[in-house]
């Protein structure tokens, strides 16, 4: 405010002063003004000298280079890197692709030429549309793709036929194909023609047959598969044809991208499996995922020469959806799965020991509201190790009562469960473990029910069968693997493939072997699962049962003595089963969800057998000596 | 403050029609024929498609006319008030852009308003100009040899530099320090620390190298052999002289000039307009665009001698220096006397964000044109 001062403030003998001031500070305004206006002057007429110097006096030469002799350029794709498995077995590759290209600037009439070569190799309309929009897009000296695949007859034709089709030309280029077609597609994704939003600063985008991976991770790796353009420049005479070569930067191609999937076992395991099955197979020590394997899925080799509209109808109609990955997009409560956190937490929160007795009478009684146990009859008195094998639920409806929904959501994100895994697949799900904060910020109310609810893993969870896993590699070694997907990039090898490279999640051995040995239990120990037990050569398998209702399930249901079999498919409950073995050193992590699979033990556990056998017997693995302990356990 | 509401209350008897009649309708004839160019180019520029740009360019144009005459029927001693007002809004945009940047790539440093995109570090160039003609309006000739006074006005230039730089746009961020460094002149700061700056520039200029973006580094390094990555940036300044100079006197003619070559040069439409222009109308007509665009910045001059406040004047010489870098930039880039900068020709180039924030400190030129006889209060010493 201080540059406000009001008129009052000066005086008559000041204000003559300012007024001299004020000429001045004109006259120095003025003088450095008009320099500066003489400098701007100066610096135009610099220009305008240095335009008649190109324009008339060189003007002849540069008139001659512009008419006579045409520098042109040309772009050409690298060839993109390829992805191999673990075996070194190539998934995503490139395979040889005859194709004819258009110049536009190189024909009078584009128009014509096209009709030409359509009369030669028939086009469709929405070819011809397609190929319009390109060279409307791309600048004049970058060929058009006229047709891709030509035939070996086609090509002769077009050659045969060279002197009425000025602009055309027949190269080689590759394309992207895909050996294992639809066993694959989710983990790969797929290559598309880019947009202008590809982009980027390289300007890739506007070579032909350029393809720019959209999902998986094609999609994720793109930068590194990609490489960099190659270029050449020409001087061309005035109707096109090269004269001579004048500069030429190879490209850089593409690298190579190991994944860790095996596809020998990927394509067992998809072959065992039904539509709306979901099976993550990890290793568990380093987290490296050897299988992912879902039903139904799409072949990712359409997506290269472009998807037709009745196709893409198909697939995002399908109720099943094709097109999504569901082991890492698909959301499910976990149901009893989820038991072992919630154990965790109870024992981390110090609201019991394993050894406490809770008696489940068959039903917790909770104000007015009743919550029932699986087992209408009760399971009487249950300790932890019991109650996890059993997978009473009155047992941890009042565990989650004694430790509080805040505290197991806290042990479950140290699980992978609701957070961000980092895996190499764009668009997959966090998934979501509720706290009461969330909740509150819906603008509901937490109560010590829905507390209760989620402690047998049922209420708002939604969580990937890919979560799932990482959660049981976790409970097997302790440490906070992250699932991850590629192995080397262009053969060096990615730190985390080593169990060291990963920390310990800072669980007391103690709690943790509590959780084991109830999970060895649930196979091998009379638990839920005892039908599921490995055959012995494999050794020991530790797993969980769970069972996930879809639909509530009525009190009138429940007293006519319901029965999941009579429902109808879509209403029956979700079958879930995670697992790892060996028991006494783990190496494989696995979780399996069978939709409207109607009970856990009875249709993923078997399915979670069968995967882990098949996973024996293809990778090798060092068998570990057998735990004395183990034997003890059964009794 | 009673006093500066009773003289606002007081100018707004000055009634529209008096204020409608001191505007200068030649110089607003003269930017339409600055547009008119640009219409005709954008047609070339669109292969003899009209509807490619130039429909869009006049579009543009007519709509950031309406916003030029409505700022300059704004009394000017409220633009005075709420000069930092401006200031503050361009670099609070500055500073959203950066932190907006981190998703997208490429094109972080725009805004999407209404019909036109919003660099903010175009807008800052104008309300650069504006503020620190509301700094420096009441300083007298002592005021302005206190280095302390100049403290907050060097960090008034210095803030969004520093942003300009980081996002990173090495040319703007140039350009934004030279509009600073005019306005500080003509204020009448002595001219030894002129000279200071400059050394400590000279000094600054290699350490300033060394941090360079890799992109930044190839376009200094090309211009200085152009020959030398003929694929790259230096490319288009061969192309760009060859589409010049084959444009000899009097040019190919109109939608003549649309040869092969002429396809190679990206961003024609913008960076490189001025090529087509004086590719299809030769020298004359290259020529000629400059006249228009000299006029444009005698105007500013003669707006800065006849006000009769120092914030005018200071303010017209800020405006006068933004258009004269955007041409001299541009012209001396496609000649190949400069690197390669992506910087339009005001007007003329496709894009809106240029125009629109030139057109927007025209109108604020306009208003000091029409106040230019208004009471600003007294200097200060």
Known sequence: ?635 | MIFERRLLTESRGAGLVSKLWRVPWLFVLLLAGVAAIGYVALWTAGSGNPDAYAQKHALRFGFCLVIMLSIAFIDIRLILRFAWVGYAVALALLVLVLFHGNIGKGAQRWLDIGPVQLQPSELMKIMLALGLAAWFHRASWERMGNPLFLIPPALMVLVPVGLILKQPNLGTALITAMIGAAVFWAAGMRWWKFALMAGAAAIAAPIAYENLRDYQRARITTFLDPESDPLGAGYNIIQSKIALGSGGLWGKGFLQGTQGHLNFLPEKQTDFIFTLIAEEFGFTGAIATMFMLLAVIVFCYIVAFRSRHQFGRLLAIGLGTNFFLYVFVNVAMVTGAIPVGGVPLPLISHGGSAMLTVMIGFGLLLSAYVHRDAELGPMRE
């Open chain 1, 1 to 635: 405010m201080k540059f406000w001062p009001g008129r009052r403030a000066s005086g008559f003998g000041a204000n003559t002063n300012i007024k001299r001031e004020e000429e001045r500070r004109r006259t120095i305004f003025t003088r450095r003004a008009a320099l500066l206006g003489t400098l701007q002057l100066g610096a135009l007429g610099f220009l305008g000298h240095r335009l008649y110097r190109l324009q008339i006096e060189e003007g002849r030469r540069y008139a001659t280079l512009a008419e006579e002799n045409r520098v042109s350029a040309r772009l050409f794709a690298p060839p993109r890197g390829r992805i191999l498995d673990r075996r070194g077995d190539v998934v995503a590759g490139n395979r040889l692709n005859w194709r004819a290209l258009l110049v536009a600037e190189q024909t009078a009439d584009v128009t014509a030429t096209i009709e030409t070569f359509s009369r030669i190799v028939p086009l469709q309309d929405h070819e011809k549309a397609r190929i319009e929009r390109d060279i409307r897009r791309n600048r004049r000296f970058v060929p058009v793709i006229l047709r891709e695949f030509l035939s070996w007859e086609e090509m002769a034709a077009i050659e045969v036929n060279a002197p009425d089709l000025p602009g055309v030309s027949v190269d080689m280029g590759t394309t992207r194909i895909y050996p294992e077609t639809e066993h694959l597609a989710h983990v790969l994704g797929y290559v598309g023609t880019p947009t202008e939003q590809d982009a980027g600063e390289e300007g890739l985008v506007h070579l032909p047959g350029m393809r720019v991976g959209r999902a998986g991770l094609e999609r994720f790796h793109d930068r590194v598969l990609r490489g960099r353009a190659g270029a050449v420049q020409v001087e061309v005479n005035a109707v096109g044809r090269v004269i001579r070569e004048l500069d030429r930067r190879e490209g850089i191609p593409g690298q190579d991208v190991q994944i860790s999937v095996d596809t020998g076992l990927q394509k067992a395991i998809r072959n065992k499996i039904d539509e709306g099955t979901t099976a993550v197979l990890l290793d568990a020590r380093n987290g490296e995922v050897l299988a992912m394997a879902t039903k139904p899925s799409f072949d990712p080799n359409i997506f290269n020469s472009g998807v037709s509209a009745a196709q893409w109808r198909q697939w995002t109609a399908s109720r099943s959806t094709p097109l999504i990955n569901k082991a890492t997009n698909g959301l499910y409560a976990p149901g009893s799965t989820f038991k072992m956190v919630v154990a965790l937490a109870a024992l981390e929160a110090k609201v019991c020991r394993p050894g406490d007795i809770v008696h489940c009478p068959g039903h917790f009684d909770f104000g007015d509201t009743r919550f029932h146990c699986h087992k209408q009859s009760g399971h009487a008195g249950m300790n932890m190790r019991t109650a996890i094998a059993q997978s009473c639920d009155v047992y941890f409806y009042e565990m989650a009562r004694r430790t509080g929904m805040d505290k197991i959501a806290a042990m479950s994100h140290r699980f992978g469960l609701g957070v961000d895994l980092d895996i190499e697949l764009p668009g997959t799900r966090r998934g979501l473990v509720p706290t009461r904060g969330w909740r509150q910020a819906q603008g509901h109310p937490w109560n010590i029910g829905d507390t209760i609810v989620h402690g047998i893993g049922q209420g708002f969870y939604q969580l990937t069968p890919l979560s799932l896993a990482v959660m049981t590699a976790r409970l097997a070694t302790g440490r906070a693997v992250q699932p991850h997907l590629t192995r080397a990039i262009a053969g060096q090898p990615l730190r985390g493939g080593k169990p060291e490279d990963w920390p310990s999640l800072g669980i007391p051995e103690a709690d943790l072997r509590v959780v084991r040995e109830s999970m060895w239990a649930v196979v091998n120990g009379g638990g839920t699962a005892g039908s599921a037990r490995l055959p012995g050569q494999y050794g020991i398998m530790a797993g969980k049962t769970g069972t996930t209702q879809v639909r509530r399930v009525s009190r009138e249901q429940r007293e006519r003595g319901f029965n999941v079999a009579n429902l109808p498919r879509e209403w029956r409950p979700h079958a879930l089963f995670v697992a790892y073995a060996p028991y006494d050193n783990p190496v494989f992590a696995l979780s399996v969800i069978v939709e409207h699979g109607t009970s856990g033990s009875g249709a993923a556990a078997p399915l979670a057998r069968d995967i882990l056998v098949e996973a024996f017997q293809r990778l090798p693995i060092t068998p570990a000596p057998r735990d004395p302990r183990v034997a003890e356990l059964g009794r």
